[in-house]
């Protein structure tokens, strides 16, 4: 059986060694040429700029970054309420915004504080699947399957099963998203005292807002109350493109419940070409520190670094985005923070230095399209600085705020009845025959 096995194995290998010459040409020598609506290189290259997503929700300017319901980062962050003295809107307040596309009064915002606040307790059964686990099981896997072993109260699935009219399919949504959200901190806290904190739970204080008790349950002090809504917000939605955002589009589309949805939008989430990157950078920036001394480089250092790094064919970890052409404002709203809050933290100086002198090394260098930094340039940086040093734990903070956007934006699809998604496949032999004519006549 062994033998049979190794010699499927170098079969496949063979086969894949054979064809990759194909997509290389095709992408390199025909990548322009039109077949219907995208090119060849759109068709091989995961759908790059294919306009077949609708979202009124957030959209991702190339050059002002995201705007959530029309307002830029800035915008955002200042007309939204704020608790007394708290620099940082509410996440209650922010999810408002994000569905209904109104600034909402203190009130409102109340409102969804008290919402949330009914609807928080975790199930004990997510509890036991949790302890389950092996404790070295990956948070985000952790995370995943809590958010999917509570699909057995789906109010959506229930519902469906009984007969409802299409146009109320968001009512159901509606319900199981806010049910998730509301228990989302407090699932996410738990695994984080569990695996790291010697299994030693800190209840959660109903007196407090989703932010402040997810630093409370965290066991840490003030400001990171401040920095946990920030983080939230800035990670929780960026137009419907980005794989955590497409896939839990794309389950929801069979009009498969929230907790299905979410749990697979988090699994995308958890790959290191998306959420796990800000992990990445971190371990890149620690690692700079250390070949350099453990102390803040020069700059005339840093930069000999950074073009070391390239010639050896590694990238420079957080630097340009598949969209964006100019600093990711997700970066700046976090680099602020840091500027008033941290400023004589070496790691967070050496950010800072990496700012001043990767751009003008990624230009020279000539083979980056957008040479400035992306969110995961510094969300790392700040968590570090607050004692949360397990860096496979951030992807779950990612996770936390990004099902805001995507909850939101699958209620909006049941709203409008979006139709399930179902793009048509081509195979290798068709786009060489394309290629050949010169598109698709």
């Not at 290189?41 to 759908?47: D, P, R, S, V």
Request: aromatic content about 10%.
């Amino acid at each position: 059986m062994a033998t049979a096995k190794s010699a499927l194995k170098a079969k496949l290998f063979e086969k894949i060694e054979a064809h990759r010459p194909r997509i290389q040409k095709l992408n390199k020598e025909f990548g322009n040429v039109v077949i219907d609506t995208c090119n060849i290189g759109q068709t091989i290259g995961g759908a790059r700029d294919v306009r077949t997503l609708v979202t009124d929700i957030s959209y991702l300017d190339p050059q002002e970054g995201i705007r959530f319901r029309g307002k830029t980062i800035p915008e955002t962050f200042a007309a939204l309420p704020k608790l007394p003295g708290c620099e940082q809107p509410t996440v209650e307040a922010f999810f408002y915004f994000l569905l209904t596309g109104d600034v909402p009064t203190a009130a409102q915002a109340q409102d969804v504080f008290e919402d949330f606040s009914s609807r928080a307790a975790v199930p004990d059964y997510v509890v036991d699947v949790l302890r389950a686990m092996p404790r070295d099981t990956h948070p985000m896997t952790m995370l995943s399957a809590a958010v999917l072993s509570m699909q057995r109260d789906s109010i959506f699935a229930r519902r469906y099963a009984e007969g409802m009219k299409k146009t109320d399919y968001w009512d159901p949504m509606y319900e199981d998203s806010m049910n998730l959200l509301a228990k989302l901190p407090r699932i996410a806290a738990y695994i984080y005292r569990m695996k790291y904190r010697g299994d030693t739970q800190i209840p959660a204080d109903p007196k407090l807002d989703f932010g402040a008790n997810f630093a409370h349950m965290m066991g840490i002090a003030q400001p990171y109350d401040e920095v946990a809504r920030m983080y939230f917000i800035l990670h929780s939605d960026h137009e419907s493109g980005n794989v955590s955002a497409h896939t839990t589009h794309l389950v929801a589309s069979a009009l498969s419940d929230a907790y299905y949805s979410l749990s697979a939008g988090l699994n995308g989430l958890a790959g290191p070409l998306h959420g796990l990157a800000n992990q990445e950078v971190l371990g890149w920036i620690m690692n700079v520190m250390k070949k350099l001394g453990g102390k803040v480089p020069t700059e005339e250092e840093l930069k000999a670094f950074l073009w070391d790094t390239l010639k050896s064919g590694q990238v420079v970890p957080g630097y340009g985005h598949a969209v964006l052409r100019k600093t990711d404002p997700r970066y700046v709203a976090q680099n602020e923070y840091a500027k008033k809050h941290l400023p004589d933290d070496p790691i967070f100086q050496l950010v800072n230095m990496i700012y001043k002198v990767a751009p003008g090394v990624l230009t020279e260098h000539g083979k980056t399209k957008n040479p400035w930094p992306n969110v995961d340039a510094h969300s790392g940086v700040i968590q570090w600085y607050y004692g949360v040093r397990e860096w496979d734990f951030y992807t779950v903070l990612f996770g936390v705020g990004r099902a805001l956007g995507v909850l939101a934006n699958i209620t909006w699809d049941r709203g409008l009845g979006y139709a399930i998604e179902r793009p048509k496949s081509v195979t290798t032999e068709m786009l060489e025959k394309w290629a050949a004519a010169g598109g698709r006549k």
